[in-house]
């Protein structure tokens, strides 16, 4: 096999859609033949992934794995950066964690990892004929080059030309991409082979003029316009879409789902296979006052539970939380990994592993009290819903340790951890059913379990259970989104790009 190929996909800020055209090169490049595999040599994120080795990756790559047909490993995003505070980060490299890092302590450890990085990227080269790399934020940032290793210092070692990104529905994105260019060295600009421009809404006609002044300015070709798109169902990277966090309860006949909004929020795509059911109307709460009758309220998971459940109890979340559910029989409260531990009596951090407090009381729902450990509990499970029989595939991704009350009713029983059959169980739930938590990450994304769960709401309402219909697979929005990248980019000048000879 000839040697692999690289491109990259940098982008003129965070936000622009280098995660999802990266996304999209993959899928396209895998439905014209080629073998693939993508590639972020740092990612920060709080929405997390575990390969089936018990490695964890940044989840937007777990996404471009699937793209490519490939199962996700650790090597595709070697080393992912999940912050704990605006200071500090829990840093894991190569998929497994090492430990909390201040942002001073990181940038000299990071000089020290990038063998690493190189090291993951040669396995994968021995192994596919191309890789797409990603990018991260900007890469001109000038406080963050001199120890850059996600942009333009890991496209020289990869060889590998350079598409820049410029989202154009933020505004400004001529200006944001001749700026980027401006600030790079001559070397750097003669790396960038081509331009796109991201998210534009109306008649492509228009931009024209822009695209010509654009293209003889920098002297570099625009190799597509990506339009705006709604009704691609492709997870986010790292943050919740404006759309999500802006929605209001629809006055269609509906389950109303409220998911707090917590600041360390992690693996919110828990909920995405939620959002897309029709008799569904989901919103993400900040504050207080915006929660209002709902039928559900899930608190998800997070990095950093205790700080997390002080700052509910601090702007009153969590007694408004606790008050709809003691003066509301009909709703439903439930915990996913950190959102189960705080839905519990006690969390104890004694080694303060997530946090500076070693106690803190949590909202004495659920009879269950966690210990929060070093060790963290990672590796895909497959388990089966006790009350419906229902079967679910997911992750568990968590440093605590959680003991439950004999008399409460389990909720979950593990069949498979780490691709070896046991038998424990997960979760628990009150006798009522009212109130629910697990470990379990994904459980929604199970069409049986998830129907059974509307259902049975839809049934306390008196209205007709639905069937089971499934109504949400990425691989098929997947497929959605390289078709509209495809018939929006020029195919020829891509490949002609990445087939060029490294220019010396």
């Not at 759309?243 to 828990?270: A, C, G, M, W």
């Not at 259902?455 to 219909?469: D, E």
């Amino acid at each position: 096999m000839e040697e692999a190929k690289a491109i990259q996909i940098c982008g003129t800020g965070s936000g622009v859609g280098k995660s999802v055209i990266s996304c999209a090169f993959c899928r396209i490049f895998f439905e014209d033949g080629y073998s693939v595999a993508p590639f972020k040599s740092q990612n920060m994120a709080l929405n997390s992934f575990v390969t089936e080795d018990g490695g964890e990756i940044g989840r937007a790559q777990a996404i471009q794995a699937l793209a490519c047909k490939i199962k996700p490993v650790a090597d595709i995003n070697p080393i992912l950066i999940k912050p704990t505070s605006n200071t500090t980060a829990q840093i894991i490299l190569q998929g497994k964690p090492v430990r909390n890092m201040s942002v001073y302590e990181y940038r000299d450890y990071k000089k020290l990892v990038f063998d690493k990085v190189k090291e993951s990227f040669k396995r994968l080269k021995s192994k596919y004929e191309i890789i797409v790399i990603e990018g991260a934020g900007s890469p001109v940032e000038i406080n963050l080059r001199s120890h850059d290793l996600v942009n333009m210092k890991m496209a020289k070692f990869a060889k590998a030309p350079v598409i820049l990104v410029g989202d154009i529905d933020k505004g400004g994105v001529f200006a944001w991409l001749i700026g980027t260019l401006q600030l790079m060295t001559n070397k750097e600009r003669k790396m960038i082979r081509g331009l796109i421009i991201n998210k534009f809404r109306g008649d492509k006609r228009l931009l024209r003029p822009g695209v010509s002044f654009l293209e003889k300015y920098t002297g570099i070709k625009v190799l597509g316009v990506i339009p705006y798109f709604h009704d691609i169902k492709i997870p986010e990277e790292d943050s919740l879409p404006m759309e999500s966090q802006k929605k209001t309860f629809s006055s269609k006949r509906r389950i109303k789902i409220d998911v707090i909004y917590l600041p360390h929020i992690s693996n919110f795509t828990d909920f995405d296979a939620l959002e897309q059911e029709p008799d569904v109307s989901l919103r993400y709460i900040r504050k207080c006052q915006e929660l209002d009758n709902p039928d559900v309220i899930i608190i998800p998971g997070t990095k950093n539970t205790i700080e997390d459940l002080d700052y509910l109890k601090k702007c009153g979340l969590a007694k408004k939380v606790v008050s709809i559910f003691e003066s509301c029989p009909s709703v439903l409260l439930v915990g996913i990994c950190g959102g189960y531990q705080m839905l519990g009596e006690k969390i104890y951090d004694t080694k303060n592993v997530e946090s500076k407090k070693k106690e803190t009381p949590g909202l004495g729902i659920l009879p269950i009290v966690t210990q929060i450990h070093s060790k963290k509990f990672l590796s895909q499970v497959k388990a089966r819903h006790l009350s419906s029989g229902a079967e679910v595939m997911g992750y568990e991704i968590h440093h605590g340790r959680t003991k439950v009350n004999n008399n409460l009713k389990l909720l979950f029983e593990v069949l498979e951890f780490k691709d070896k059959k046991i038998k424990r169980y997960d979760g628990a739930i009150t006798s009522d059913k009212r109130c629910w938590g697990t470990y379990i990450h994904g459980v929604f994304d199970s069409d049986r379990f998830r129907r059974h769960f509307l259902n049975n709401l839809r049934r306390k309402k008196g209205w007709q259970a639905l069937p089971i219909v499934r109504n949400y697979r990425i691989d098929t929005e997947i497929d959605k989104l390289a078709n509209l990248v495809r018939r929006n980019i020029n195919l020829n000048l891509l490949y002609k790009i990445l087939f060029a000879r490294e220019e010396k």
